[in-house]
């Protein structure tokens, strides 16, 4: 169980133009999602946390209206990358938040590679 | 803000030998949670530790969280190849919505 699914892994875009990016949690119903932003050799920025059906929650110097997150249900947020530019590549990762109980787990997708060129 | 020192950063090691990660914070947290990663790939759930001084082993890797909660060791002993990768720890907080991560340990296993 805990399964988290993302969604493409590599994109590769025109400057300027959008992307958008999926993030599932495939066996279990998130209560929280976050997106992270990896830079080579880097440990993880968070990025944003996203609550369904409430805006999402954005970490500073991360701007909203570059990063639109949407979280439609329980087990699928969205992320979309708006007039991207080269500066934008990177490594994308979103997680899901599992109750384990006693305590919160978080289950990361496999990332998503962007590249704009 | 809460604050995670992961050390050390890198560490090459020949295959066999042992090895211990270290992650320390002035913060304490609801639980620990630790991750590997390997490249292009997202982080991968190794365990969690809850309860100060508790001690969780995974095979050849061992977790301890202190007793205060304010940090965490790994300890991998007679390491092999196969666990070359990127080791984060993440604290939550006391809501248990949200992790800090570590600056993470990058671990390469020689054969």
């Known amino acids: 169980g805990a399964v988290v699914s993302q969604h493409p892994s590599r994109v590769i875009c025109k400057s300027g133009t959008s992307v958008k990016i999926e993030c599932r949690s495939l066996?279990?119903?998130?209560?929280?999602m976050f997106w992270y932003r990896q830079f080579p050799k880097k440990s993880l920025m968070l990025m944003a946390t996203s609550n369904e059906g409430s805006k999402a929650t954005y970490e500073q110097g991360v701007e909203k209206d570059k990063f639109l997150i949407n979280h439609a249900s329980l087990t699928l947020s969205t992320l979309t990358v708006t007039s991207a530019h080269p500066e934008d590549s990177s490594f994308y990762i979103c997680?899901?938040?599992?109750?384990?109980?006693?305590?919160?787990?978080?289950?990361f997708g496999p990332g998503t590679r962007l590249t704009v060129l | 803000t809460q604050l995670l020192e992961q050390s050390p950063q890198f560490l090459s090691i020949q295959e066999g030998e042992n090895l211990t990660v270290y992650c320390n914070s002035s913060?304490?947290?609801?639980?620990l949670q630790w991750y590997r990663q390997e490249p292009g790939e997202g982080p991968v759930l190794l365990v969690t530790?809850?309860?100060?001084?508790e001690v969780k082993k995974l095979k050849r890797l061992t977790f301890q969280f202190g007793d205060a909660r304010k940090d965490s060791s790994l300890h991998i002993t007679a390491a092999q190849p196969g666990d070359t990768g990127l080791y984060l720890c993440a604290g939550a907080n006391y809501a248990g919505n949200m992790l800090t991560f570590g600056g993470g340990t990058r671990l390469m296993v020689k054969p």
């Open positions: 530790v809850v309860t100060g001084g």
């Open positions: 913060s304490v947290f609801s639980s």
């Open positions: 997680s899901a938040s599992r109750w384990g109980g006693s305590y919160n787990e978080q289950f």
């Open positions: 066996d279990f119903q998130a209560t929280t």
